[in-house]
């Protein structure tokens, strides 16, 4: 039986937070800057995470979507999603990717 690496298991939990999409934005929550950390030790993974801004409709399917998505990723025995709003989500967080499927910040 192989173990994976906490550096490859933090890979492969990434790569499945990619597939989660915000609803309202179109995006994965990974890109949009919404994934603020992901610790793993052995198999168990801590996920810090935030929405766009605080009561948004989409917190509990962007959660339980964070929470299903890194159980279904290669190594993981338990996930824990943390829901935090400090520091808030400011659209400086998102990638170039995301940004530039949304149009911001061209020509900065």
């Known amino acids: 039986m192989s173990t994976i690496s906490d550096d490859d298991l933090t890979e492969n939990v990434m790569a499945a ?3 989660v999409i915000d609803p309202e934005l179109g995006y994965n929550i990974v890109d949009l800057g919404l994934v603020y ?3 793993v030790d052995k198999g168990a993974v801590h996920i810090v995470m935030t929405t766009t801004t605080r009561g948004c409709p989409a ?3 962007l959660r339980g979507g964070a929470n299903h998505a890194a ?3 290669l190594g993981v025995d338990s996930v824990d999603v943390e829901l935090t709003y400090d520091p808030p989500w400011m659209p400086d967080k998102m990638s170039p990717q995301a940004k530039a499927h949304l149009g ?4 900065g």
Do not use: N
């Open 104 to 107: 911001i910040g061209r020509g």
């Open 17 to 19: 937070l990619r597939r």
């Open 37 to 39: 950390g992901v610790d």
């Open 71 to 73: 159980e279904s990723a």
């Open 59 to 61: 917190t509990d399917y």
